[in-house]
T-cell receptor, first 113, second 115 residues
Framework: QKEVEQDPGPLSVPEGAIVSLNCTYSNSAFQYFMWYRQYSRKGPELLMYTYSSGNKEDGRFTAQVDKSSKYISLFIRDSQPSDSATYLCAMGSLYNQGGKLIFGQGTELSVKP | NAGVMQNPRHLVRRRGQEARLRCSPMKGHSHVYWYRQLPEEGLKFMVYLQKENIIDESGMPKERFSAEFPKEGPSILRIQQVVRGDSAAYFC?????????????FGPGTRLTVL
């Protein structure tokens, strides 16, 4: 079993739709949870960063962490064609794994105009 | 404030040659991480370095791969005697640590092609 599982998609939605992206994980030591966006042939760009459980909102993006279920989500409201990219969840722990992040496989999202 | 810089952006090597990938972290960041991304796969951790120290190299292949982050200059990921399976995108990330924990900012990557 992988430490972090993410549905690779691809996911195709119409412009304006609400998008839900999810990851599950097995290591209860993870404390930091991130979502990165990666456009084709570019480096990952940090979108959201959450420490421990809870919700965090930034514009059209909302990140949720449920540590009891080992489940994290990213919601995108009013999706735009410019949101078309691969979304990567990532997580880490200062205590068990030093500075490294464990990434999901990435979900490819396409928002159609 | 310039972001993480990597060069070259594209590198082509023949089997058996050496590849050197360079990474300059963001200003004020003293922690550098290298990740590898194979086609259709997520990023895989390779190594975590601070200035003049390797902190965690648990993701580095045991042979042919090495990394350094000297007191002066960029971090270097070195691959000796490259093979076709080394073809991938190699990303460097940096972190301030102590200013937001483990937030890592990524560079644009070096795409290595081994012929």
């Amino acid at each position: 079993q992988k430490e972090v599982e993410q549905d690779p998609g691809p996911l195709s939605v119409p412009e304006g739709a609400i998008v839900s992206l999810n990851c599950t994980y097995s290591n209860s030591a993870f404390q930091y949870f991130m979502w990165y966006r990666q456009y084709s042939r570019k480096g990952p760009e940090l979108l959201m960063y959450t420490y421990s459980s809870g919700n965090k909102e930034d514009g059209r993006f909302t990140a949720q962490v449920d540590k009891s279920s080992k489940y994290i989500s990213l919601f995108i409201r009013d999706s735009q064609p410019s949101d078309s990219a691969t979304y990567l969840c990532a997580m880490g722990s200062l205590y068990n794994q030093g500075g490294k992040l464990i990434f999901g496989q990435g979900t490819e999202l396409s928002v159609k105009p | 404030n310039a972001g993480v810089m990597q060069n070259p952006r594209h590198l082509v090597r023949r089997r058996g040659q050496e590849a050197r990938l360079r990474c300059s972290p963001m200003k004020g960041h003293s922690h550098v991480y290298w990740y590898r991304q194979l086609p259709e796969e997520g990023l895989k951790f390779m190594v975590y370095l601070q200035k003049e120290n390797i902190i965690d190299e648990s993701g580095m292949p045991k042979e042919r791969f090495s990394a350094e982050f000297p007191k002066e200059g960029p971090s270097i990921l070195r691959i000796q005697q490259v093979v076709r399976g080394d073809s991938a995108a190699y990303f460097c990330a940096s972190s301030p640590r102590g200013q937001g924990g483990m937030v890592e900012f990524f560079g644009p990557g070096t795409r290595l092609t081994v012929l």
